[in-house]
């Protein structure tokens, strides 16, 4: 069921689709990625550019964005009054997790090109070949549920509200469809077993989809053990100020250990600089808590990496668990936030046995050279060789696997049940201790 209506009229805004810009949240980072200043005001590092051989600063450029243009959402000072005035008037949805990290990219615009929840067509085009109705890669669908009682009544608008009741934005009501959700979840995560995370957030879905544009008064709060995240205008403001005509993304939702650093210094060796970015939106259950996640990559920024090329942001996104499609989703938004290249690793963005080990990397292959706008850095699985005496993979290392230290994640959660830490091979001495520490903490 598909119900259309005109958009909302809202003069001094592009027409609804995608397209239109407001400005920034107003952090900006300084080295680590820390608040300081005003939206797109970088804390000084090295100067932006590099000198060409007359000694004169050459301009450093940043990728496209998906689309074209950074799409944010964020409701201009002088407008945000009104708006807010109105929208406690409005019929009210509050949001549950993932809608409220879809919110906040959509603020900020990692979701380029969109500008709000996808209508009837849009959805169908992402769900059925990966892509929107007028071809534009994009492989995850970003739907917003409503109760029907809610729209019984015909709203052209809706507020968007957290747990509590803040409200946090209005939306368009554009277009009213209701999709299968069966049909959806065996597209996008390519299984209808409802032990897969994202085919059980799919079916647990509870009233027709609303899409239209969104237009944000306020980001969601943040716990601020999770640190700075950063926009995407603000990460390519930084690295513009570093000078960086190159940058790889590197996305995790779990804890840092040695084979991710590993694949973090192999990217150093090819990029001018690398955005740890790790997910902190909705996660399973049994994910390591977002807040220790950070505190892991702080202790280990410290000392193992070179500061002036790392930039360390929390990455507001929920995980979908969708394995290939997601990995080419969060390279498109990396390419958001200025990145050239994208690290893809082992089962990225993988659950269970649902995926096969690399058929994310392979994912890539099905779009022509150009067409993402971003290169894939494809690693095979890291581990530590006891006879090599280094970390290294099977294509450097010839010795048998019984010379390797690989922990799997329950491996590692029974280690630190046990009261134990992950060998030193496995995890840095610093981030064993924070997770075993943490740990202790979760269960006491």
């Not at 060789?385 to 029974?414: F, I, K, N």
Request: glycine share 10%; hydrophobic share 40%; net charge neutral.
């Amino acid at each position: 069921m598909t119900a259309t209506r005109p958009p909302h009229p809202d003069p001094g805004r592009p027409a609804p689709g995608r397209a239109g810009t407001s400005p920034a949240d107003g952090r900006a980072p300084n080295r680590e990625g820390s608040p300081a200043g005003s939206a797109g005001t970088p804390a000084s590092h090295s100067p932006p550019g590099s000198r060409g051989p007359d000694g004169e600063r050459t301009a450093v450029h940043s990728p496209r964005p998906h689309g074209g243009r950074l799409n944010e959402r964020l409701v201009p000072a002088d407008r945000a009054e009104a708006l807010a005035g109105e929208a406690v008037r409005l019929p009210a949805v509050a949001l549950d997790g993932r809608a409220l990290a879809d919110l906040e990219c959509l603020a900020v615009g990692a979701f380029s090109p969109l500008t709000g929840f996808l209508g009837a067509a849009d959805h169908t085009a992402v769900v059925e070949h990966g892509r929107l109705d007028d071809g534009t890669v994009w492989t995850l669908p970003v739907a917003l549920a409503v109760p029907a009682e809610v729209l019984a009544a015909g709203p052209d608008r809706l507020a968007l509200t957290d747990q509590a009741g803040t409200v946090l934005a209005v939306v368009d009501v554009e277009e009213v469809h209701d999709p299968d959700p069966a049909t959806e979840a065996k597209l996008v995560f390519e299984t209808d077993d409802p032990a897969h995370p994202g085919v059980a957030a799919t079916l647990a879905r509870r009233g027709p989809l609303v899409g239209g544009a969104v237009q944000v008064l306020r980001l969601p709060a943040t716990p601020a053990e999770l640190g700075p995240r950063l926009t995407p205008a603000q990460v390519r403001a930084e690295a513009a100020a570093r000078g960086w005509r190159t940058m790889a993304g590197f996305q995790t939702r779990n804890p840092v250990h040695r084979a991710h650093e590993y694949l973090h210094k192999v990217a150093l060796e090819q990029v001018d600089g690398l955005l740890l970015h790790p997910l902190v939106g909705e996660t399973k259950d049994d994910d390591v808590p977002a807040g220790l996640r950070m505190a892991c990559y702080r202790v280990l920024l410290d000392d193992y990496y070179p500061a002036g090329r790392v930039l360390l942001s929390a990455f507001p996104a929920a995980m979908r668990y969708a394995g290939p499609r997601e990995a080419v989703f969060h390279a498109l938004v990396r390419k958001n936030y200025g990145c050239t290249h994208f690290i893809v690793g082992r089962d990225h963005a993988g659950v269970g046995n649902w995926y096969g080990t690399y058929a994310a990397q392979e994912a890539f292959d099905a779009y022509d050279p150009g067409e993402l706008g971003i290169t894939p850095l494809r690693y095979e699985h890291a581990f530590f060789c006891r006879r090599c005496e280094a970390m290294a993979t099977s294509r450097t290392c010839p010795h048998q696997p019984s010379t390797r230290v690989q922990l799997s994640g329950t491996a590692v959660r029974e280690l630190l049940g046990r009261g134990q830490l992950p060998p030193p091979q496995f995890s840095r001495p610093e981030v064993a201790r924070l997770l075993a520490d943490g740990y202790r903490a979760g269960r006491g």
